[in-house]
């Protein structure tokens, strides 16, 4: 989970990203592969687009999103770790699909694009590593950049819904969020309410469980 927000090289989320680029895979996309496919399974990127992924991280979505976009398409990457750049430039580097990948290192808020710029938008468990009263603003740039008509994607820890109760991992994942925020970083969120708030018109509303935890795949169009 990789946290574009926030400022410059004293930002400790950057800083922690930093330290821990080429360890991340090990730590945590062996739990989080299954829900970011099934996110981009749902954005469903054809030929020929223009992608943004927010929050690339180590770049496995960026080859499945540059392979859909094809040799006509092309997909740009924001991230807040240079770390996280790193590592996955060579995965790019590596996957043949240098030619149609740009990424950038830098905060968000702003999206340093132009408007109407994209057919989609991704992100895989990134809209809940911003502050509650940022994700808004977030989504407002999300929705300047993309074409009208265009397609948001997240994947994010989700909240429990009103039948369900919190499992034992639910309540202490909360809570460390809470008290250790610099250690578990990310918190669940209401993304298709968030989403909807935003002027999207929800097409595709999941769910799935991460070690008994919720997880929200949802899509909005623009």
């Known amino acids: 989970m990789n946290q574009p927000e926030s400022s410059a090289s004293t930002n400790p989320a950057k800083a922690f990203y930093d330290r821990i680029s080429h360890a991340y895979d090990l730590l945590a996309d062996s739990n989080e592969h299954v829900a970011r496919e099934k996110g981009l399974a749902a954005l469903n990127v ?50 043949g699909v240098a030619d149609r990948v740009t990424l950038s290192v830098g905060d968000v808020p702003p999206l340093g694009f132009a408007d109407g710029e994209f057919d989609a938008v991704s992100m895989s468990f990134t809209l809940e590593l911003f502050p509650l009263d940022t994700i808004p603003e977030v989504l407002a740039e999300i929705r300047r950049v993309l074409k009208p008509g265009g397609r948001v994607a997240t994947v994010s820890m989700a909240l429990t819904q009103a039948d369900e109760k919190d499992s034992m991992l639910e309540k202490t994942y909360k809570w460390m969020h809470q008290h250790f925020p610099h250690i578990v970083d990310c918190q669940p969120i209401d993304a298709e309410g968030s989403i909807r708030d935003a002027g999207f018109e929800i097409r595709v509303s999941d769910r799935l469980e991460i070690w008994t935890m919720p997880v929200a795949v949802v899509v909005g169009i623009a």
């Open 46 to 95: 054809a030929a020929g687009e223009r992608v943004l992924e927010i929050g690339y991280g180590t770049g496995h979505s960026l080859l499945q999103l540059a392979e859909a976009a094809g040799a006509e398409g092309h997909v740009c990457g924001v991230d807040i770790s240079e770390g996280m750049q790193k590592v996955a430039q060579k995965r790019v580097d590596d996957g």
